[in-house]
């Protein structure tokens, strides 16, 4: 996986938390099966800055954990390829993550286990969201629950 990870918290966010969050981006892409050259960003921010991107995109106006923010495919943009095998060699951005280390921290407390464990599953969360999965109908929920609690487990993140 291509990964690029901004920290805008003001050091709140260990060089530890951002290996952690590499490591399952490439843990999960493999479990996906996703492209070595798939590009994904993340950034970490404060509740401030969620707050304000919630409001601006999902006009919710209070500081939430995760957003996703899939990349749009316009057809204007795509290049016209004439090799199939130079297709391969393109990257696939999937998106852009947006993680409220206050949330982690919040969370993390109240549900009684680690930052680690409450980062990596937002980051787990957002990945899948930008691979296509959703939780807005109950068949959707229990297949994207299922694989994000085996990717976690798997990776050694558990309950």
Known sequence: MELEIYDHTKEKVSPAHLDLIKELIDFAGEKLELADNTEISVTLVNNPEIRELNSQYRHVDRAT??????????????????????????????????????KVAEQAKFLGHSFERELGFLVVHGFLHL???????PEDEKKMFSLQREILDQYGLER
């Open 65 to 102: 954990d995760v957003l996703s923010f899939a990349a749009e495919e316009s057809g204007d943009e795509t290049p016209i390829i004439m090799d199939p095998e130079l297709a391969t060699e393109l990257p696939a951005n999937l998106g852009d993550l947006f993680i409220s280390v206050d």
């Open 131 to 137: 691979n296509g999965y959703d939780h807005e109908k």
